[in-house]
Nanobody
């Protein structure tokens, strides 16, 4: 699975950006996709995830109500709409695809990552 992000940039606080993640390769094996971010000097953290089948979403508390994750299966593309951006949202944002192999009792997860896209929010 190959992932390519786009849509990052510089925006003022209160503004909006939309990130895209185009997936290619064995995308039919992906059971969940998500966005993570990493700010300088900090660990990478989960922003939002969406399941492959039912499109169930999950968000970090820090972005609930401001960010929306979605996907277009026909285009093999995932999106992150970011509204009401804050300076603390500044980070490199990474697209993630998880492939889970095995059974309900025992499985292995394989994670694939994009190259990252910089989001900078000025105050």
């Amino acid at each position: 699975v190959q992932l390519v992000e786009s849509g990052g940039g510089l925006v003022q606080a209160g503004g909006s950006l939309r990130l895209s993640c185009a997936a290619s390769g064995s995308t039919f094996t992906v059971d969940r996709m998500g966005w993570y971010r990493q700010a300088p000097g900090r660990q990478r953290e989960l922003v939002a995830t969406i399941t492959g089948g039912g499109g169930i979403t999950n968000y970090a508390d820090s972005v609930k109500g401001r960010f929306t994750i979605s996907k277009d299966d026909a285009k093999n593309t995932m999106y992150l709409q970011m509204n009401s951006l804050k300076p603390e949202d500044t980070a490199v944002y990474y697209c993630n695809a998880r492939v889970r192999r095995g059974s309900d009792l025992s499985w292995d997860d394989y994670n694939y990552w994009g190259q990252g896209t910089q989001v900078t929010v000025s105050s």
